[in-house]
């Protein structure tokens, strides 16, 4: 199983329901660490096939 799909830009912190870093929900970051591989793997094929997060931009794009 992969790691987080975290990428260190965090914006749940600032209140948002959904990461624009890593695309994931303030409940799937909270939870990620007692999440099985089953429910990881879930999360993962849905911000794969989403494409939104900042984890699928370059540092170029992002500055843009």
């Known amino acids: 199983m992969r790691d987080t799909p975290c990428?260190?830009?965090?914006s749940t912190t600032?209140?948002?329901?959904?990461?624009k870093g890593c695309g994931r929900t303030f409940e799937?970051?909270?939870?990620?660490?007692i999440m099985t591989d089953a429910e990881k793997s879930v999360v993962?094929?849905?911000?794969e096939?989403?494409?939104?997060a900042l984890r699928y931009t370059t540092y170029?794009?992002?500055a843009l």
């Open 14 to 19: 600032n209140g948002d329901d959904i990461c």
């Open 49 to 52: 096939r989403e494409r939104t």
């Open 7 to 10: 990428i260190a830009i965090c």
């Open 28 to 33: 799937e970051v909270t939870n990620w660490v």
């Open 60 to 62: 170029r794009d992002r």
């Open 44 to 47: 993962w094929e849905r911000i």
